[in-house]
């Protein structure tokens, strides 16, 4: 099986000295770049399964470089960046990013976050029906959930709000994301998908107010664990 091939793209140089033991010692194959022209040259002709990208570059903003990969690639993306608003999060993410790690973090996230986002591809390249996580087990083909292998009954718009994590598990879904895909283009009342939400803790939770499987990003939006 080929290495998986991992873009850094960050212009503080301490941090790739600093995060390129770290990748290189897991087997990832690690390209570097600099500025975001670089990063999309990269991304071209490197081909990489997963992109880490810092949205600070010298040359143009990370946005921009996210919003110009997602014209043709559908790798994923991890956003390294000190701006930790709320708002820039759900800016990167609407732009196409799958996840986001704040500065200053520890290489063990970024790690848990790499072979999450290369397990979701993988899912998606193989086509696999059936989603395992811990005791959580959810079969897509024959819409059956189950937690340590008790069966869990949910109602329509639960089991689709849980579909909708599953597909895109280890990744954050904005609030926006989730109220269109579960209840429409129209629809914005975050209220309701709270609500849904606690429901689905209460039913695959032993503890829904300490979740081990659907977890909060706060004032982002939620993410089904994939580790």
Do not use: C
Request: avoid cysteine; charged fraction near 30%.
């Amino acid at each position: 099986m080929p290495e998986p091939v991992v873009l850094l793209v960050e212009d503080e140089i301490p941090i790739r000295r600093f995060l390129r033991p770290a990748l290189t010692s897991q087997g990832y194959r690690l390209f570097e770049a600099a500025t975001g022209a670089d990063a999309l040259a990269d991304a071209a002709t490197r081909q990489p399964d997963v992109v880490i990208l810092d949205l600070g570059l010298p040359d143009m903003d990370g946005l921009e470089v996210i919003r110009r990969l997602r014209e043709w690639s559908s790798v994923p993306i991890i956003v390294l960046s000190a701006r930790g608003q709320e708002r820039d999060k759900v800016s990167a993410l609407d732009a196409g990013a799958d996840d986001y790690v704040g500065k200053p973090f520890g290489p063990d996230e970024l790690l848990a976050r790499i072979r999450a986002a290369l397990r979701r591809r993988a899912m998606g390249v193989d086509g696999e029906p059936t989603f395992v996580v811990a005791e959580l087990k959810v079969d897509l083909a024959h819409r059956h959930v189950s937690v340590g292998g008790r069966e869990v009954h949910l109602t329509p718009i639960e089991y689709r709000l849980l579909a909708s994590l599953v597909h895109d598990a280890g990744k954050v879904l904005t609030h926006r994301h989730l109220l269109r895909e579960v209840w429409g283009p129209h629809a914005e009342d975050a209220h309701t998908l709270r609500v849904h939400m606690a429901q689905l803790r209460r039913k695959l939770e032993a503890e829904p107010a300490n979740p081990r499987y659907l977890l909060t990003e706060p004032g982002v939006g939620y993410r089904l664990s994939a580790e």
